[in-house]
């Protein structure tokens, strides 16, 4: 039979007993714990706020008017800047010769 | 009222395992198994939560800090628990290893603080000699313990008071198994040193 010193260590330490916890200490704890806020991951956040935008139409209406409002302007904006520019005077020429080039 | 509501908890989710508890746990304001789910699962390892951090602080009031800060960050951070990645187990005890280290780093044990050597005592029904001899052992094993680097002795409290395995132990404390094997060897080498038998 082989001797096994790590066995005998583990016995000596073992002599080495702590008490457990007292009995109102996990009710305490479990409490303090759950009193600090949860984090809450950034993308689970957005998919709920998304979700909120989108199921209830009254859920952060300022910020629906000011998006709505800057693509109105936005979309305004680019428009005006992308448009063909308007030849009055050809127009007009056209209209006059009634449509020949 | 604190026991029945365990027991109502209990059975509730009594036979989910600790992933899946942890996944009620981060579920958000909309899981109402929430709480009693975390009650449940710091139930289940609060005992040897404590048992370890006992043995790493040496200090009651100590622990039960270290254990509270262990916990805190589980309910706080639930939702960045992977179970893909490592077993709630490795995670928790993780967290505590890492606040029981951190503990003893900014406030390392006085020399030959015996605190808690009342609970030291392994056997309250002995007695006379026999219960002083015993005491004898269990503060020397302790002041034995005490002098170690702290992941020496963390090593030794995870391996040969908890049993954990050389394997889990090496996650827990985010090491290869050969580094805890090395620590191992340096712990018992000084265990075997500062306990040999006195004459």
């Keep these: 039979m082989t001797h096994d010193p790590d066995h005998d260590l583990k016995h000596l330490l073992r002599q080495w007993q702590v008490t457990p916890p007292p009995a109102d200490l996990e009710a305490r704890l479990i409490s303090a714990a759950m009193r600090a806020p949860q984090v809450t991951p950034l993308r689970r956040r957005l998919a709920r706020e998304v979700e909120m935008t989108f199921t209830q139409w009254a859920y952060a209406l300022p910020y629906k008017i000011a998006a709505a409002a800057t693509c109105l302007l936005v979309g305004a904006g680019l428009g005006g800047l992308l448009e063909e520019p308007v030849n009055v005077a050809g127009l007009a020429l056209m209209t006059l010769t009634g449509g020949a080039s | ?199």
Excluded at chain 2, 175 to 189: D, G
Aim: aromatic fraction near 8%; include cysteine.
């Design chain 2, 1 to 199: 009222m604190y026991r029945d509501e365990i027991s109502v908890t209990y059975a509730m989710t009594g036979s989910l395992s600790d992933d899946e508890l942890m996944r009620r746990v981060a579920g958000g304001d909309t899981d109402s198994m929430r709480e009693p789910a975390f009650r449940l699962l710091a139930a289940r390892h609060l005992r040897r939560a404590h048992a370890i951090a006992m043995r790493i602080v040496h200090n009651r009031e100590d622990a039960e800090e270290v254990v509270q800060e262990a916990l805190t960050r589980v309910w706080r951070y639930a939702a960045r628990f992977d179970p893909a990645r490592s077993a709630f187990g490795t995670w928790f005890y993780r967290i505590l290893a890492n606040a029981a280290l951190d503990r003893l780093r900014r406030r390392p044990p006085p020399a030959g603080n015996m605190d808690d050597y009342s609970e030291s005592l392994p056997d309250e029904a002995a007695t006379g000699e026999d219960a002083w001899q015993k005491a004898q052992e269990a503060r020397r094993i302790q002041a034995a313990l005490s002098v170690l680097p702290p992941r020496q002795k963390m090593a030794v409290v995870l391996c040969y008071y908890e049993d954990f395995t050389q394997v889990e132990a090496a996650r827990i404390m985010k090491l290869n198994p050969k580094a805890l094997e090395s620590l191992l060897f340096r712990a018992k080498k000084s265990l075997r040193q500062s306990l040999k038998p006195q004459s």
